[in-house]
Structures are given as structure tokens and as C-alpha cells.
């Protein structure tokens, strides 16, 4: 492994325990020591590449915003923008399920963290905006359904169902989120689009390894083989 390879095992591994702790205890509890046990690696190894706790965190949330505007990205676009929508709240919910990192990073913009330019739930707003926009054009909305509304109603119960699972993983699970959908389709879907929207999303969420996926081997190892350096 080269130099540069173990610097970089050594930087996502201290984002990963980073994120670890600071979805369990929050930003103030969580100490450099913590996370650089967490990583199995020494305090100058953290050093070498964030200068505080502040860096850490901001590391965190760049992570997590990387990890929603890919997810963004990915997800098949319908011609029909209610279940592209449809569909992103899905992926957005397997995302948090399944990504410690983009959980420590919407805990941390609601935690007192030092302000940085990562507001994951303002990105998320202004995503669902979009797409709620893009509806109405289409006559895809209730003429009675004003976009501003809608979009803080969607943003709150999924960022919501982001804070009940931290004491019910349940939460994330595909349930309920469909269960909302299903109630809320009727009312703010014009007559005619209403059975072209299928509350269950159209195609399987799906996320990428990255950092924080908790499918991967590292992301169950909590402890690490031991004390390494940059």
C-alpha cells in the first residue's frame, strides 16, 4: 500500500468513527480521543489531518452531502415528477437506513456544531422544492395544493422519520414512509394523476459502498486492529 493510499485509508477512517459518535452522542460529547480510538489510530495521525474537532465534523457533512446529491442524481426520472419525488423520499429513507454518515450528518445540522456550508436539510428542501415545482407545471398537483406548503409537509416527515430512528431504526424502514404517501396522494394529486403514482416508489433503493455504508465490513468493526499513522 503506498503512502498516499494509507493517508487515505487512515482520513475515511476517521470520518467513519467520526460519524460513529457523533450520531450516538452528538457534536459537544464526542472528543478527538474518542474518535481517534475509534479509527485505532493515534492522536498526531488525527492531527495530520484535521486540525480540530470542528474539521472533523465539517468532513462529516461534506461526506453526507456527497453521498444526497448522488443518491439525487441517480434515481430514475419519470415523466411524471410526484413519483420521481415518490421515489427520492424512498431512496432518501433506505440512505439514512443503511449510511451512518449521512445520519451523523443531518444529527449534526440540528446539533451544536460550528456553522458550515453543508445545511443537508436546506439542500433537501430546496431538492423536494424542485420536483414539487416541477408537478404543479404539470398539472400534476390539486389546484388547491400551494407548492410551499407541500414542500415543508415532505420535508418535515421525512426529516422526522430521520429523528424518531434514533431511538427506533424502524422508522426508516419502508413502512411508514409509504403509509404517508398513501395518505397524503389523495389530497394533493389532481383527479387525473392520482393512480399514475404508486406510493411504494417505482424500483429498488439502492446506495453505493462509500464512507459510512453500513453493508460493509469495516462499517460493523467499531474498534479497529490497532493503532496506525498518517
Not at 460513529?20 to 488525527?46: P, Q
Not at 480540530?52 to 441517480?74: F, R
Request: glycine share 6%.
Amino acid at each position: 500500500m503506498s503512502k498516499q493510499e494509507r493517508a487515505t485509508r487512515t482520513r475515511n477512517a476517521l470520518i467513519l468513527s467520526a460519524a460513529r459518535l457523533f450520531e450516538r452522542h452528538g457534536y459537544t460529547k464526542t472528543s478527538l480521543d474518542d474518535i481517534s480510538n475509534g479509527a485505532g489510530v493515534s492522536r498526531g495521525a488525527l492531527h495530520f489531518h484535521f486540525e480540530n474537532k470542528a474539521a472533523i465534523a465539517s468532513a462529516v457533512e461534506q461526506s453526507a452531502t456527497q453521498a444526497l446529491h448522488q443518491t439525487a442524481n441517480d434515481i430514475p426520472h419519470h415523466s411524471n415528477s410526484l413519483q420521481t419525488l415518490i421515489d427520492l423520499t424512498h431512496h432518501l429513507n433506505h440512505l439514512l437506513h443503511h449510511n451512518t454518515t449521512v445520519r451523523a450528518g443531518f444529527r449534526l445540522n440540528t446539533d451544536t456544531t460550528p456553522h458550515t456550508n453543508h445545511n443537508l436539510r436546506q439542500q433537501w428542501h430546496t431538492c423536494i422544492h424542485q420536483l414539487i415545482t416541477r408537478a404543479a407545471t404539470q398539472n400534476a398537483l390539486n389546484s388547491n395544493i400551494h407548492p410551499d406548503h407541500l414542500t415543508t409537509t415532505i420535508v418535515a416527515t421525512t426529516t422526522g422519520l430521520e429523528v424518531l430512528s434514533r431511538t427506533n431504526q424502524q422508522w426508516l424502514t419502508p413502512a411508514p414512509l409509504t403509509t404517508f404517501w398513501e395518505l397524503l396522494l389523495p389530497t394533493i394529486t389532481a383527479p387525473t394523476a392520482h393512480s399514475a403514482c404508486n406510493p411504494h416508489g417505482t424500483d429498488d433503493p439502492h446506495i453505493e459502498g462509500g464512507i459510512g455504508h453500513d453493508d460493509g465490513g469495516a462499517e460493523k468493526n467499531d474498534g479497529g486492529a490497532g493503532r496506525t499513522h498518517a
